[in-house]
């Protein structure tokens, strides 16, 4: 479906650390079968490697304390879009937060997952019911979304949670 989507998109479609990421999640249990997928995927192509110093200021700006390979896929990813004018995907939610916030990607050029799906949605290549399925099977997996739209299995959606904090709750 992504490729359906966004297959058209110019590359760099990934990035090295994004690939190194899936790769280490071959060794791991539910993931093993999704990232074996995603390492299949030949639409995708090479790996992207960004600008290691810019990668490297990047990473604590997105968190991760003392874990020095926390958010390197996120960072090399947000350096990678902005030197080539490249759409940034994640499903990190402060990663999304800081390139919309902090770069020049803009709202055209940061999207989650979800939005991805409602794209897919747009284009008639899933329906409703696919979408909750896509959800829960993150939601299944141990993984998160960004988005807390009303399919999001793990609790109140965003739009829900909106409305509690009007209404004093």
Known sequence: MLAEVHGDAPAPRWTLQVYR????????LPSHGQCGAV??????GEPAEGDVLETLRMRPLLGGGDDPHAHLGEAESIVVAH???AVFVTDDGPAYDFAMRATNLGRAGVLDACGILWQAASAQLIDEGGMLDFHHQVFDAG?????RC????????????????RRGR
């Open 21 to 28: 990421e899936v790769e280490a999640g071959l060794h791991l």
């Open 39 to 44: 390492l299949d995927f030949t639409w995708l």
């Open 83 to 85: 030197a080539s004018g």
């Open 143 to 147: 993984r998160t979304m960004r988005c």
């Open 150 to 165: 009303r399919m999001w299995p793990g609790g109140d959606s965003l739009d829900d949670k909106l409305r509690n904090l």
